[in-house]
Structures are given as structure tokens and as C-alpha cells.
């Protein structure tokens, strides 16, 4: 059932980083039918060194003061306050919420708004595993449950995030409603000018990590498979595309290979970074669907990862890449078999491309998420509110 008017969609994330979950909106935000939805995005500020990925002039983006990333009582209150106040004025048919404060904020606004619209959260991943101790961990769990029951929908970004969430008594089956990411990927350079951009030897073997330099996703652990890798292949250059509160290790752990590791930062042309390694390699301990996985097979390129999360989904062993268990010496030899053998790495790099450019286009993750929000309208219509405009 197609409304009279258009579907109103207030969409809630606590900032527009660079990493997933914003890369997801702006996918939404640029191609989402504007004569069927009017979509209306509410973020807090991005800290400096994070990235804003949003034009500060875009008409339909609304700053919202309080909602970042820290956890701050007063802020979080007047966040709060000030999202209820949007919500009765804007009054959407759907409040759609993505990341752990922006949902858990955006879900009890709606509550206290009384504005009859459907609730919708996205887990990009989960917080189950590698963020916090076993106490905050079952806090964490507890505020999930009791936030799900007040929502009408819980969307994963693969089906293991769906499942553990799940295995974790967060929601019930009915709730759930899978939607892989949509990535768009920009122009390729060839290997020679991508290598020549960034300053690396055209002849020598190159593995790139793309990502935030933070605990989960276990830099320690890529450093300790370079430090296997180079014992075996000495002129192997290891790639650092990122940044994080474990940068300042890491240049210390790399400068005791002087030459062997080049630390680039976070740069917007991270085709370059695909184009210019031979493997993408990802260490983590816990991953939803990675979007670093998507865009490197994208671009041609075999990856060597850690099994968890959704990574499967992306990865398809033995045909698109290499999956192991979180460990250094299993990853350091699925690394070196593919730099040694480059007809493997070859067909591995074109089968990724047809699969991910199949799989994980934005027009399907935009046809998806109309979809969603065509069904929840058509369900609740009648305790939507009207429009007052």
C-alpha cells in the first residue's frame, strides 16, 4: 500500500564517521525516492581527527547537540529531549535508528514522544565479544533486550550478527530482517600509478590493513602476522590505512622494521590502497560485515581474514579469498600462500569482484531498505500519525 502522501523516515545515528554505518546512510541519503520518502537524517558532531563525512549545508541533515560518541549523562539527556521535540514536530511514520547510544536514545525518544511511529534498529555489528568486561557485557545485553521489545523491527547487517544477537535473547526471530550492506566503490587506478602514489616498490609483494586502529580489531595481531610474513619474505611491504587510539603503538611496534611498513592514516582515496596491495588482510576478533572486505573484492582484491562475525558472507573460502581462526600463524600462511602463488591471488581477485559487485550494490541495499519501509508502513497504518505540515 503506497501512502497518500509521502512516508516520513527520521533516521538517528550518533555521528557520520568515517566506517560503516555512515558509508550505509549516505548510500540512503543520495538515492533514497524522494517523491515516496521524506528521509530526514539527525546526527551529533563528529570529533576532528574522525572524519565528517556529511556536507554541512544538506537541507535534510539536522544536528543534534549531546549525541556523539561519549557517554555523558547531561548531554545524553538534553539529546534525548531534543529528539523527542523533533519527533512530535516532524512526526515520522518511522524512527530508524542505527549504532548502540543513537539506538538506544533514538528508541526510548520515540516512546516518550507518542507519536505512534514504527521503530527500527540496525545492528552494524554487535558488542558482544572484544569491547567490554564480563560485567558491562551483561549490561549491555540486558539494555539490548529491553530496548528490542520496544522496537518493530531489528535489522542485521548479515545473518551470524542476526544469530548471536539472538543466541543472545535480544528479540525474537520475527523481528529480524537481514540487509547486507550497499557499497559503491570509486574509480580504480591501475597498480603501477596506485603504487607510485603511495611510495611503495612496484616489485615487491604488498599486504594492506584498512580500518580503525582500536582493540577489537587487533592490530597487535596484523604486526605479529607481518613479523611472520617478513621471516619468510623480507621485501614484503605491510600497508597501515587507518587510524585510532592504538595508532601511536603501532608506529612504535612498525619503526622496528624500518622500511617494511608504511603508515598512511586515514586517506578518502582508499581505492588506491586495494589497487596498490596483493592481499587485504583483516585481524579482528569481532566484525559484523566488514565494508573493507566488500570494497577491496571490489577492486580485485584476494583478502585473508578472520572468521567471525559475518565475514563469511563476504568471503567465500577458498573461491574469494582465505578465512582462519583468530590466529597469527594460521593468517601469516594463508598470507604467504597467496603472495607466493599469483595465479591463485589472481583468480581469487576476479572471482571477489563478480561476487561482491553481485552481492553488495547500493541500489540493492536502497531497493532493501524501501522495501522495509514500504512493509512497516503498510502494517501500521493505522496508528500512523498525520501529517500536520
Known sequence: MRPV????????????????????????????NTEEFDHRLYTGQVEEAEGDRLRETAARVHRVPG??????????????????????????HIVHTRTAKAGALGRVAARLARVGSARVHVFHGHLLDGYFSPAKRRLYVWTERRLAAMTDRL?????????????????????????????????????????????LPQDAP?????????????????????????????????VVCGGGELTDEVE???????????????????????????VVLLTSDNEGTPLTLIEAGMAGTPVVATRVGSVEEVVRHGVTGL???????????????????????????????????????????VADTEALYRSLYAASRPSFPRSIA
Open 5 to 32: 502522501g509521502r512516508i516520513r523516515v527520521m533516521e538517528i545515528i550518533a555521528r557520520m564517521n568515517i566506517g560503516g554505518p555512515a558509508t550505509q546512510i549516505l548510500g540512503l541519503y543520495e538515492r533514497l
Open 323 to 365: 578465512l582462519a581462526a583468530p590466529d597469527a600463524g594460521e593468517l601469516a600462511e594463508h598470507v604467504f600462500r597467496l603472495l607466493t602463488d599469483p595465479v591463485l591471488a589472481c583468480r581469487m581477485g576476479e572471482s571477489a569482484r563478480r561476487w561482491t559487485t553481485e552481492s553488495f550494490a547500493v541500489e540493492r541495499l
Open 206 to 238: 604488498v599486504v594492506a590493513f584498512v580500518g580503525r586502529l582500536t582493540g577489537v580489531k587487533r592490530p597487535d595481531r596484523f604486526l605479529a602476522v607481518a613479523r611472520a610474513v617478513l621471516s619468510r619474505l623480507p621485501a614484503c611491504r605491510f
Open 155 to 199: 535489522v542485521t547487517v548479515g545473518a551470524n550478527v542476526r544469530d548471536d544477537l539472538l543466541a543472545a535473547g535480544i528479540g525474537r526471530p520475527g523481528q529480524y530482517v537481514v540487509i547486507p550492506p550497499g557499497v559503491r566503490l570509486g574509480r580504480v587506478p591501475g597498480r603501477e600509478a596506485a603504487r607510485a602514489e603511495l611510495g
Open 252 to 278: 612504535r611496534a612498525a619503526s622496528a622494521t624500518p622500511g617494511a611498513f608504511h603508515l598512511l592514516g586515514w586517506r578518502a582515496d582508499v581505492e588506491a590502497v586495494y589497487a596498490a596491495a596483493d
Open 67 to 92: 549525541l556523539g560518541r561519549s557517554i555523558r549523562p547531561g548531554d545524553d539527556c538534553r539529546a534525548l529531549l531534543r529528539l523527542a521535540a523533533e519527533m512530535r514536530a516532524f512526526r515520522p
